[in-house]
């Protein structure tokens, strides 16, 4: 905890800086989903020697390095989750469950156990 006055307002200006406010966090939190999804589009259009060459290149971003390398490895090792996370970052992952809207028709689901038919008429009530 030692240090001097000096050292530590400067430790905590450094803090202060990276900090953002509400508002800055939204805007960054837009700002890079459309980093993701611009560099994902890029990626997804290019052939596969492209996106290799592309890849080595040292003045890439961190951002392009991470979603090109998650791509590289699913084309190289045939991973479709690597790029089913990609694309679940993009346009959001498809929902689990299905909701039923309006009446059931209950010839339709007499296979279903007595529980479920409970629960299905509960929930349309």
């Known amino acids: ?10 430790s905590r ?16 939190k837009h ?7 611009m560099t ?9 020697s492209e996106l290799m060459s592309f890849l080595q290149d040292p ?5 392009e390095i991470l979603i090109g390398s998650i791509l590289a490895k699913a084309i190289q090792e045939g991973d479709y989750s690597r790029a ?8 959001g992952k498809v929902p689990d469950r299905v909701q039923v809207t309006g009446s059931i028709n209950y010839e339709l ?3 279903l ?10 929930d349309n009530r």
Request: proline share 1%.
């Open 13 to 28: 200006a450094a803090r202060v800086r990276w900090k953002l406010k509400g508002h800055e966090v939204a805007e960054e």
């Open 31 to 37: 700002l890079t989903q459309n980093e993701v999804i």
């Open 40 to 48: 994902m589009s890029k990626f997804m259009h290019m052939p596969k």
């Open 109 to 111: 689901v007499s296979t």
């Open 59 to 63: 003045k890439r971003t961190v951002n």
């Open 84 to 91: 089913e996370f990609l694309y679940n970052r993009i346009l």
């Open 113 to 122: 156990d007595d529980f479920t038919k409970k629960r299905i008429a509960s």
């Open 1 to 10: 905890m030692g240090g001097t006055k000096a050292q530590k307002d400067a």
